[in-house]
């Protein structure tokens, strides 16, 4: 129990000298602390101090700087100021000066205005004056001249119209003299070198056809029992058969020079055959057509290749072909497309137009005489609708639906086309007539020029590319005679088919007799 209570106590003890020293260790730190917080402080205060007086130096430097920029900006401000100030004013002056002048041109105004006013009452009087002078003065004239003032001005606007009349006429006179004198050996050059291009020899043309037969015993077999062979024949081919008393021959008639072409070849191979029926008949003609189709197709090629034109659509080539067995006058129309076309080249050569639209252009002007008898209407619009519709170039289509006026040309290519066409129908020898229609154009002619007031008589000559007309001299005079060529010439394109050109000349003699005594 002793030995207990010792043992606490020295443990007690132990705890208490531990517990003494560790406060002992304690009191130091703490003093230790305080010591390194005192000198902490101390630092801190010396820091903030310095920072306080760079800041101070910082804020007396920015003050100065902020005087320095204010001060700068009140100079500008002030500156600026005084300008505007300075631009006020004078603009100000500048109204005033303005406004000042204003009021003197007022001033001056208002008295022009006073001046006119003056003026126009002043006026007004002499107008009144010159009325009355005037009314006085036409009474007095009338009176003298035995007229009033209406008559007097009709004879006076009659006579200013005849001076108008006479001036114009001689003008014309002289600017047409001027034209023909520039142009005329231009021209002369022109169609003379595309003629000579273009020189062909002339083909007569006729409407029927005659088919040679080796005896007449085979008239009778072509027309077979009750005429069913001839019939047949007809009715294959669209043509008349005409046998007559024609010894060995029959004539065949058709306006169709292609149906006419493949009658001929048919009979040609049924009288070589000696076969004849009507089953033959249409195997015959079937082939017959063939080989037109062939023939039709190769002229088309040859007559493209002879002008120098490609490139054309193989139905234009066709027609083209077809266009071997239509004539016009008797002139064959193949040879003439390709002759008119070669003499366009020539022409649009000379003078700097498209060759190319020309030439192609004039091979397919009379185009639509190949279908001319299927389809109404003009052949230039027709042939212009196929060219149309095959894809040729809106120049080329202008040109053909103009070379007869059923379009105004508009282009130089189109005219020509027109020249072209013209000089290839209208040359010596180029194209016949019947003497029937020969006599009706002369006569038509005639009538055409007989028919206008002061022609006393007319004759048609140079097989009627001419006219000349015979007028009363006292009743046309010279500017009148040159009136009356234009206004016949106009009619006679109205009213005519012709081929070529009409040279229409007024003829106006005076004569002057006295007789010595």
Known sequence: MEVLSWLLAAAFLVAAVGLGVALVSTRARVAQVGELAEERAKTAEEKAA?????VEAQRK????????????VREEIEAEYRERRSDQQRQERRIQQKEENLDR????TEKREKTLQTKERELEALQAQLGN???????ELERVAGMTADQAKAVLLTEIEDEVRADAGRRYREVEAQVKEEADERIKKVLAVAAARAASEYVPEITVSIVPLP?????????????RNIRAIEQATGVDLIIDETPEAITLSAFDAVRREVARRALLKLIADGRIHPARIEEVVAKA???VENQMREEGEKAAYAANVQGLHPELIKLLGRLSFRTSYGQNQLHHVVEASKIAAAIAAEIGADVNVAKTATLLHDIGKAVDHEVEGPHAIIGAEIAKRLGRSPKIIHAIAAHHNEEEPQTVEAWIVQAADALSGGRPGARRDSVENYIKRLEALEAVANSFEGVERSFAIQAGREVRMLVKPDSIDDLGAMRLARDVARRIEESLEYPGQIKVTVVRETRAVEYAK
Do not use: F, P, T, W
């Open 61 to 72: 430097e920015i003050m100065l700087q902020a005087k320095e920029v204010s001060h700068q």
């Open 215 to 227: 005896n007449d015993e085979m008239k009778g077999r072509i027309i077979g029992r009750e005429g």
């Open 289 to 291: 057509k063939a080989e």
């Open 133 to 139: 002078a005037h009314e006085e003065q036409r009474k």
């Open 50 to 54: 310095v920072a306080l007086r760079e």
């Open 105 to 108: 041109k007022l001033d001056v």
